[in-house]
């Protein structure tokens, strides 16, 4: 365990205790309706931003996602049949109805934030191609950079190298965290963050390299 804890950064398991959390918020807190406002007041932001037909086209792509991983493959029978089919015990019938209640509605909690995921994800996949135009020359200016400082006196900087380097998995944790939470968050603000950031901290974690690798 100890040598599992020397390999992982504090900080993967600072985003694993925070997403723990989150689950645990949402199965056993997080009001359905409170999700459902959420996803309506995204999808609000959302089709304000892209037009109607682009978010009526996102959207649909998110139900027929859902539809293809939850009810087509009978994921969302086999789990309700896992902690609801079972036979009632004698004298019990009014506790297993109840725990029966709490669990449908905490699995359906579970289920809205799986669609709220699906949404975000494909949300992030329409802005790839703009991420990618941008991360490209960014990557190659920072390994021009980093090949003339090879062949120069300039020095590369340990400071820019580590701080890019976090700031590349700082944004990756909040991604990861901000795709689970039950939380209206505005359509721009992740493309954003992930367009411009991403590609400025890889140039200079890229530029700012040893000379001798």
Not at 69 to 91: A, M
Request: charged share 15%; with cysteine.
């Amino acid at each position: 365990m100890a040598d599992i804890e020397e390999k992982m950064p504090a900080g993967i398991w600072l985003t694993l205790a925070f997403v723990c959390v989150e689950i645990l918020l949402i199965v056993c807190i997080v009001p359905n309706a409170f999700i459902d406002r959420a996803i309506l007041k995204e999808q609000d932001w959302g089709e304000a931003m892209m037009g109607k037909a682009a978010s009526d086209q996102l959207i649909d792509d998110t139900a027929r996602l859902y539809s293809t991983i939850h009810l087509e493959s009978g994921l969302n029978e086999t789990v309700r049949d896992f902690f609801l089919g079972g036979k009632q015990t004698p004298g019990w019938e009014s506790l297993e109805r109840q725990w029966g209640t709490f669990i449908a509605g905490r699995g359906e909690a579970v289920l809205k934030v799986c669609y709220h995921i699906y949404y975000r994800s494909l949300l992030l996949l329409m802005w790839m191609p703009y991420m990618l135009v941008i991360l490209a020359p960014a990557v190659l200016g920072g390994y021009m950079a980093w090949n003339i400082k090879r062949y120069n006196f300039d020095h590369s900087s340990p400071f820019l190298n580590t701080y890019s380097s976090k700031i590349i998995s700082w944004v990756v944790m909040a991604l990861a965290l901000s795709f689970i939470a039950p939380l209206p968050i505005p359509p721009m603000i992740v493309p954003l963050v992930v367009i411009f950031l991403i590609p400025i901290a890889a140039s200079l974690l890229i530029g700012n390299l040893p000379k001798r690798l």
